[in-house]
């Protein structure tokens, strides 16, 4: 498998479409244009090879056939040129790309897949009229597939545009409850890594681009410490935990409403990173129980009231009302820098 021309093709994209947008950004952009040019000379070899292979040719269709699939190949090439370009311009740009700009690659972009279909529709025409109509099928199918194997390994390569929104990473839930005891504790994790893509150093704001190209800016407040170290490119690994407690108070126990916040944070001149942690707590009373439904009816210290649903391994009658219910959530957020 890793001797055929498809298996080197492969390889072949995917080093050129990595050689012209890295993960990050352009490095030693004066020497890209080169090692391109390379890799497509090599590319051009390869996909010729596959084409032969494929079409099986005899003799007499050859001569007609090979000197215009070249002219065919060279004015699709030149349409190449104009693809790399624009996927240069972008990589220039990238994340930070205006809307000016955007506008213009989109319409670039949409008059390049215009020029393309056009010319190869112009060109089966052609080869049409040197060859029976299965192999000029057959030619349409394989210049479609390995022209769809460009297109998946460019776009693979190429990071989505940014856009503002909000952040999403990977989330996941625990419980932990007693049988027959009311309430419980319910813990939700949050886990994101993003990269830094610009820094207000003055309003102390931080803009994360998450690797779905999805851009939100943060305020970062005194307690980072040092704010100052975080450098463009420097990737976050936030992680963030609620957890959630309910209970019900024992007569003797004397629930009290508040808050409380804990701050652990690096040392100053450290790498940047800490933990924040903040626990609010309210009680709430039972006004109301419904043993057909299996609710309970609560009431908050501002008169507003809520129903809920009540575990079915909760015996409600042994609950009543007037009962307190103690409902305490805490708030953890953690962040860590990645190794630069």
């Keep these: 498998m890793k001797n055929t021309p498809s298996y080197r093709l492969v390889v072949l994209v995917t080093a050129l479409v990595t050689t012209v947008l890295p993960s990050h950004r352009l490095a030693a952009a004066d ?3 080169d090692a391109i040019q390379s890799q ?16 099986q040719l005899t003799d007499s269709e050859s001569a007609a056939f ?6 065919y190949r060279a004015e699709q090439e030149k349409l190449g040129d104009s693809i790399v370009k624009l996927v240069l311009e972008y990589a220039d740009v990238y994340p930070n790309v205006p809307e000016a700009r955007a506008k213009q690659m989109l319409k670039n972009y949409m008059a390049l897949e215009k020029q393309f279909t056009a010319k190869r ?8 009229k040197i060859l029976p109509a299965a192999k000029t099928l057959r030619l349409a199918q394989v210049e479609n597939r390995l022209d769809l194997a460009l297109r998946l390994q460019l776009a693979s390569a190429i990071p989505l545009t940014p856009i503002e929104g909000k952040l999403t990473g990977s989330a996941r839930m625990t419980t932990v409850k007693a049988e027959g ?6 813990v939700q994790t949050f886990e994101l890594t993003a990269t830094v893509t610009a820094i207000d150093a003055a309003a102390r704001k931080l803009t994360l681009l998450s690797p779905d190209g999805i851009m939100q800016t943060f305020k970062v407040g005194p307690e980072a410490v040092n704010f100052d170290q975080i450098r463009v490119g420097d990737r976050l690994r936030i992680k963030a935990t609620r957890q959630l407690v309910v209970s019900v108070a024992d007569e003797s126990q004397a629930p009290g409403d508040g ?10 001149g450290a790498k940047p990173g800490g933990i924040m942690a903040e626990t609010a707590q309210v009680t709430a009373t039972v006004v109301a129980i419904d043993p057909d439904h299996h609710t309970a009816t609560l009431r908050f210290d501002d008169g507003s009231t809520k129903t809920v649903a009540v575990r079915p391994d909760v015996d409600l009658s042994n609950r009543k009302a007037g ?11 953690a962040l860590s820098i990645e190794e630069r």
Excluded: N
């Design 31 to 33: 020497e890209i244009p």
């Design 121 to 128: 529709a112009a060109y089966l025409k052609k080869f049409a």
């Design 259 to 268: 808050g409380a916040q804990l701050v652990a944070l690096a040392p100053e």
């Design 181 to 186: 005891v009311p309430g419980g504790i319910a």
């Design 40 to 55: 497509r000379g090599d590319y051009k070899v390869e996909r010729q090879t596959l084409v032969a292979e494929a079409m």
């Design 66 to 71: 090979w000197p215009l699939y070249h002219q």
């Design 323 to 333: 009962d307190k219910v103690i409902i305490r959530v805490t708030e953890a957020l």
